[in-house]
């Protein structure tokens, strides 16, 4: 079983440390504990986790200090609503550890609507025969809210983006799908993007990782 959408039951101590400018927008950096269903991840706000280089890109490093490893997220501090969210990725997904999850989504503190938590998310969920990733609308379980799909090693370079419309749900990127069960409306939700760890579970290989975001871009609806 993999583990879509582990977010929807995050409980975050304490409150972030200190806000990122990327990409225009203003992030708000997450740190302390985030219980999950499975086990809790622990984030950091150092700026060896999380920082932005000198040509606009966002490092986001899942690290291995003092016997704890760090996961590492931003989240907007501004709701952008419907409209096409896109991300220009210089991370080879395909060869991310099984227990390492990158995720691309929305999310609201209010649990209406399933936490208007709409993904693109990276990872085997621990197995390293499973599809590595899926688009999904929250609650991934119901019918028709999740499509999964593999990407191969070796692409260095990869754009994804969810065109969020109050009927519909497009993803784009490797694969593309369009879900239009329980579209939730916008609500107060803003974009995250992350890097942490399925389970808390170590990387088989033990080896630390950095996810890197070119750039971030959100396009307004055409009314």
């Not at 690290?63 to 997220?73: I, K, M, N």
Request: hydrophobic residues 45%.
């Amino acid at each position: 079983m993999f583990l879509a959408g582990l977010m929807a039951a995050a409980v975050f101590s304490p409150a972030a440390a200190r806000d990122i400018s990327f990409s225009g927008r203003s992030w708000t950096v997450t740190t302390g504990v985030v219980d999950d269903p499975a086990a809790p991840n622990r984030y950091s706000a150092d700026t060896r986790s999380i920082f932005v280089d000198e040509r606009g890109r966002l490092h986001l490093r899942l690290r291995h200090d003092g016997g704890t490893w760090y996961s590492a997220e931003i989240a907007c501090t501004q709701p952008l609503g419907y409209g096409t969210y896109s991300f220009a990725v210089d991370t080879d997904i395909g060869a991310l550890d099984p227990n390492i999850v990158v995720g691309l989504f929305t999310w609201s503190d209010d649990e209406a609507f399933a936490d208007r938590e709409i993904d693109v998310e990276f990872s085997r969920w621990g197995d390293p025969a499973a599809a590595n990733a899926q688009f999904a609308i929250q609650p991934y379980a119901a019918h028709g809210h999740l499509v999964r799909f593999n990407v191969p090693r070796g692409m260095k370079r990869s754009t994804w983006s969810i065109r969020w419309e109050p009927a519909s749900v497009a993803f784009a990127g490797y694969a593309s799908a369009i879900l239009r069960d329980a579209v939730p409306p916008p609500g107060n939700a803003v974009v995250h993007i992350n890097i942490w760890l399925a389970g808390a579970r170590a990387p088989i290989d033990q080896r630390e990782a950095e996810l890197i975001v070119d750039k971030f871009e959100f396009t307004p609806p055409v009314l």
